[in-house]
């Protein structure tokens, strides 16, 4: 099989003192024994079974080998058929490459599911109940399965039927008009964060209904829609913009709580972002940066609440902002980002990703596992999983499977000669993986 040639490897010294790898751990078993069978694509799907494949799951990836998942292809990464976006999201999966339009191939995979726990599709509705691996077809043979679709808006509503991609769903959303300045143009969040959001929801769906399935011998079918993910992100926001009936200000680079002291400034040699919402916090940072006199001012700000939580309100923020802005200009991003920490106020300089991860790496900020994974001679980084406190380490223990690594053993365990399995290749209905033996 293709995936015994690759192996995982160390960094050896060029690892910083807070970096965990992975070399030798053993998945955490919270979820040993989970069989998991995802027919998703792209992000969400994905998402949401590499986190549970993060807590030990056995998840087995179905792709169709004539339109593989375009997630292969995006960016350069590690194997022509592994970038590193699919890397990070199927690592630790198996994979079965077969074209359920094919009858007997579909069969087969109604004859897995027999045993599985959790079946994930991410299809326009409908796709599935035509392939004849919709919801009922499949708790036929299997009544306790947790049935997991992944959808743009829901199994139902008016635009139930439509295709769905994180960028239009941040524009349907609002999400584009919370996210920058006013008056500026729509600003979309910078990654997919409704997708990897809709992942994590929708895993945590999973864990919920295999819940209620302990307690009642019943399987479940749930929507994780991505929607639903975009309201649920932005929660505390759709709450107020319900009970005020108007949209706010959009907060730009500025903290959500409204304290002109929570906000993104300007220093003499970058941006330094600044979290001093209480009182207390705020005259700790106008001390700091030599304005002791303005967090007592009532001509430039007033305070709202009770005892230690009293949150400071801006009466002329014009005057404010201004002075705010000149004082920081004065000083150094990393400076005030040190002793403001220090003092009790949350602050942070403004970094690139790579910046940060490099620092991180490098034993500061916080403790980062990190994997490396061998393809033949190219080596490929990616982030653990981030969980922590469940007992043992957790993240896949396997790299991200060449497509069909794993078709030739599923197929012939369960019945298909050498002859017909390789008709099936021959017909392109199957791929195998390139070092699978028949």
């Not at 726990?117 to 326009?124: A, L, Q, Y």
């Not at 829609?225 to 730009?252: F, H, I, K, N, Y």
């Not at 000149?326 to 040190?338: D, Q, T, Y």
């Not at 922590?388 to 690594?405: F, I, K, V, Y």
């Amino acid at each position: 099989m293709v995936l015994s040639a690759y192996h995982r490897k160390t960094l050896g010294s060029s690892k910083g003192v807070n970096e965990r790898h992975s070399e030798g751990r053993n998945n955490l078993q919270s979820l040993a024994n989970l069989r998991v069978i995802d027919l998703s694509h792209v992000i969400a799907g994905p998402a949401a079974s590499h986190y549970l494949a993060a807590l030990g799951a056995d998840v087995l990836k179905v792709e169709n080998p004539r339109a593989p998942d375009v997630m292969r292809y995006v960016d350069a990464g590690p194997d022509p058929e592994i970038s590193t976006t699919f890397a990070a999201l199927n690592a630790g999966k198996k994979s079965l490459a077969i074209d359920l339009k094919n009858p007997r191939l579909r069969d087969v995979l109604l004859e897995l599911l027999r045993d599985a726990d959790v079946f994930i599709e991410n299809f326009r509705p409908g796709t599935a109940e035509r392939l004849g691996l919709g919801y009922e077809a499949v708790r036929a043979v299997n009544p306790r399965i947790i049935y997991l679709s992944i959808s743009g808006y829901g199994r139902t509503g008016p635009w139930s039927g439509f295709g769905a991609y994180d960028q239009v769903v941040q524009a349907l959303t609002g999400m584009m008009m919370v996210s920058g300045e006013d008056n500026g143009p729509p600003a979309k969040v910078g990654f997919p964060v409704i997708d990897i959001a809709t992942g994590l929801f929708g895993a945590m769906s999973v864990l919920a209904a295999l819940h209620r399935r302990n307690t009642s011998n019943t399987g479940s079918h749930v929507d994780a829609s991505l929607a639903q993910s975009a309201l649920q992100l932005m929660r505390p926001l759709v709450s107020r913009v319900l009970s005020t009936e108007r949209d706010g200000p959009r907060s730009g680079n500025r903290g959500f709580s409204g304290s002109p002291g929570a906000a993104t400034f300007r220093c003499a040699d970058g941006w330094l972002a600044v979290a001093a919402n209480t009182m207390a916090q705020f005259r700790t940072l106008c001390a700091t940066i030599g304005l002791d006199d303005v967090a007592d001012d009532p001509a430039l700000v007033s305070q709202v609440g009770q005892g230690l939580t009293t949150n400071v309100v801006a009466v002329d923020r014009a005057q404010l902002a201004a002075c705010l802005e000149k004082a920081f200009e004065r000083h150094s991003a990393g400076g005030l980002e040190e002793r403001l920490n220090q003092g009790g106020v949350p602050a942070a300089r403004v970094r690139s990703l790579a910046e940060f991860l490099r620092e991180a790496r490098a034993g500061q900020h916080v403790d980062l596992a990190i994997d490396r994974t061998d393809y033949g001679a190219t080596s490929h980084f990616q982030l653990g999983s981030g969980l922590s406190g469940l007992g043992e380490a957790t993240g896949p223990s396997m790299p991200a499977p060449q497509l069909g690594a794993d078709t030739a053993d599923i197929l012939r365990q369960a019945g298909l000669g050498a002859e017909e399995i390789a008709a099936l290749a021959s017909d392109g209905a199957i791929r195998l993986g390139d070092k699978a033996s028949m």
